[in-house]
């Protein structure tokens, strides 16, 4: 077991994409590869290592739970090392939530495929099979987030009247995070999916916090009271300045101005709306550029935690951009099906976390 879950694993460190790469690579004919995996994990040396079909065949009978338990083991090493202290958030370990697109077909590859149609009732109509998964990773640093929940976005069976869903998948992830992590302290970043009464329920009974991105269509009385208290003069306000210079790029001037209502009352939760305006003048040209964001939070701000409240919102693309984007375009490519067999998917996803993890 030891020697086949670490050929895997080190097959992610080493970037190599198929199963049969792996094989081909690691198998090398003066068994020098067979001979470090087996140094490294304490065991005999032996010759070779184990084929890919070997490990698949695996894969199929492992259950879930045992490398999600070893996951769990690793970051728990990680927390209680109290190295990572600086990377909290108002005493709260922030956990990014979000989903992403894994593999698709063009036939129904198992019951549990999600499926959609697209160009309904075109000669060119296409109906396709995916595979999705919903993600938490805790921040360990600017550029350092790992791992420490995994929900697979699934149907129960192959024909269901509803198929499940990313708001779904959250209910059960956050039934796991809570239960391997009963005391950890939790402030959820997440995208303006999450901005839902059932979602604020969720937390408050987790005893989580949670900044989540807001647009005013997802819960349009809060962005009404919002404007109202606004135009009143009766929110909070703060501004700040400062200039930018680049050694190839031209000067830029840009404006943060962040402004706040607290205690706005939605379905027995007390919410804050923070919105953050950003105008870049840049050197030589006439017209401003102009952001706007919105966040939701339980959570208290002030006049001298709004601009860390509105840095530690944004963080909420590390997701996309430090995880799914490195996962699946630079490093461990996992939308490359290692294994047709669906648990076997499924143990090689969460691998490839605990590589991610190592590395």
Sequence with gaps: MQQMLGT??????????????MTNQFN???????????KALGLEPTEFLPHYVTINTLLKKLELKELETLRNRLVYDLLRSRRFEGARFQKKWLVIVDATGLFHFRERHCEHCLKTTKNKGKPEEATYYYHHVLEARIVLGEKMQVSI????????KEDVEKQDCETKAFKR????????YPHLPICILADSLYASEPVFSLCRENKWNYIIRYKEGSIPSIAEEYRAVMQMGEGEKKEKEEERKY????RENIK????WVSELEYKGHSLTVMELE???EKEGKKEKEIKRFQWLTNMRITGKTAWEFAQTGRKRWKIENDCFNVQKNIRYDIQHANSLDYNGMKCHYILTQIADILM
């Design 8 to 21: 895997i694993l080190m097959k992610n460190i080493c970037s190599i994409e198929s199963m049969q790469g």
């Design 28 to 38: 090398d004919a003066e068994g020098i590869c067979a001979e470090n995996l087996c």
């Design 256 to 259: 943060y101005g962040m402004s």
């Design 278 to 280: 950003i105008e870049i």
């Design 247 to 250: 050694k190839r790029r031209k």
């Design 173 to 180: 992830l956050a039934k796991k995070i809570k239960r391997a």
């Design 149 to 156: 929940g995994t929900e697979f976005i699934e149907n129960e």
